[in-house]
């Protein structure tokens, strides 16, 4: 058993994956999220433990469960997932973000509910930090360190420029036109670009099987 271990491609090997959506609070009783399933991480998470890595999921707030046996810290705010995922880092091998981290939080937490107005109700939006950016500029030489593009048009030069400008070894384009992919659906569609901008298309498939697709391509690319 130990030798079978032993012989899996990622033995021996660190990975963090984050996965799901993020909730910002606005007050006690409300927040800003999206539709992230966080059931691609948890399908990435799982296929990373099959190939023999030590697997860590950061967990936004989700009903996904994983398969195999695999550490978990579940997080709320982009904020909480930004400081979980920079006190793993500097450990892992392999870090995939998955998670569907808000650009936005309100500005200020109101601490009682906001009572409805008699008009419009603005609410102030700050910047969260780009966890996956502030990961880039902390990677070292043999960190392998791989990013989602969720685009809705012009998609491959937007993958592209995420690529570069986060210092990434892989980018994963989720592109919302395509039939089959997306937040809720049990199926994705996705092109990888790696390093050399060199592009791989796949067709749609679970995301059991897309989760393949991706180790795959970071075991072409492991140090
Ligand atoms: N990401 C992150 N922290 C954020 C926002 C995004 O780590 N605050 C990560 C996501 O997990 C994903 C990648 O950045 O791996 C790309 O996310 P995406 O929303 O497609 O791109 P953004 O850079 O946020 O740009 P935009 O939403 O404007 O397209
Ligand atoms: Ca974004």
């Known amino acids: 058993n130990n030798n079978i271990k032993k012989s ?8 963090m994956v984050s996965a ?25 998470a799982d296929e990373l433990v099959r190939l023999g890595a030590e697997v860590t999921v950061i967990a936004g707030p989700t009903a996904q469960k994983a398969t195999q046996t695999l550490k978990r810290i579940d997080v709320v705010s982009a904020e909480e997932m930004l400081h979980a995922c ?6 892992v091998d392999i870090t ?15 601490t009682q509910k906001i009572k409805k107005q008699e008009n ?14 502030s990961l880039g500029r902390d990677k070292t030489e043999n960190q392998i360190l791989v990013g989602f593009a969720l685009e809705t048009n012009d ?30 659906a049990d199926t994705n569609k996705i092109t990888i670009f790696n390093k050399a901008l060199e592009r791989t298309i796949f067709e749609t498939k679970s995301k059991t099987e897309v989760a393949k697709d991706i180790c795959a391509a ?6």
């Open 8 to 15: 899996l491609p990622l033995f021996g090997k660190k990975a």
């Open 20 to 44: 799901g959506p993020t909730y910002e609070a606005i007050d006690p009783v409300r927040f800003i999220g999206n539709h992230s399933s966080g059931k691609m991480g948890f399908a990435i």
């Open 86 to 91: 920079s006190s793993i880092f500097p450990e």
């Open 96 to 110: 995939i973000m998955c998670a569907a981290v808000a650009d936005y939080r309100p500005k200020t937490v109101a």
């Open 120 to 133: 419009e109700l603005v609410l102030q939006l700050e910047k969260t930090v780009d966890i996956l950016a």
């Open 155 to 184: 998609e491959e030069n937007y993958a592209k420029g995420k690529l570069e400008k986060k210092n990434l070894d892989l980018v994963v384009l989720n592109s919302l036109n395509d039939k089959g992919a997306g937040f809720k």
């Open 218 to 223: 970071i075991l072409k690319i492991i140090k």
